[in-house]
């Protein structure tokens, strides 16, 4: 059985940090990309930031590049997501999924499981 699990979310004031982890298990992780999305209020699920099998590759959305940085430890079973710079647009939650194959994808049918997601708010 597949588990996908987020932590780390919460309620930050704008311009501070945040730091997802996503922990998989059931599934050879260091054998797949994975990947970060959000949901915000009202809005369809989007895109946030990927990456390949090794950690060697990363993708990122253009509303978050140079602030948001994702990471891999394949030992831990764990992908994170590190957030700075955080604005009051990026209130959503926050969903972590397993990738279908080793390299990166930016769309949601590259990704097999899915967390339940968590709530990042950030106030202004």
């Known amino acids: 059985q597949v588990e996908v699990v987020e932590s780390g979310g919460g309620l930050v004031q704008a311009g501070g940090s945040l730091r997802l982890s996503c922990a998989a298990s059931g599934r050879t992780f260091s054998s797949y990309a994975m990947g970060w999305f959000r949901q915000a209020p009202g809005k369809e699920r989007e895109f946030v930031a990927t990456?390949?099998?090794?950690?060697?590759?990363?993708y990122y959305a253009d509303s978050v590049k140079g602030r948001f940085t994702i990471s891999r430890d394949n030992t831990k079973n764990t992908v994170y997501l590190q957030m700075n710079s955080l604005k009051p647009e990026d209130t959503a939650v926050y969903y972590c999924?397993?990738?279908?194959?080793?390299?990166?994808?930016?769309?949601?049918?590259?990704?097999?499981?899915w967390g339940q997601g968590t709530q990042v708010t950030v106030s202004s």
């Open positions: 999924a397993i990738g279908a194959y080793r390299e990166i994808s930016g769309t949601e049918r590259g990704y097999d499981y």
């Open positions: 990456i390949s099998w090794t950690g060697g590759r990363a």
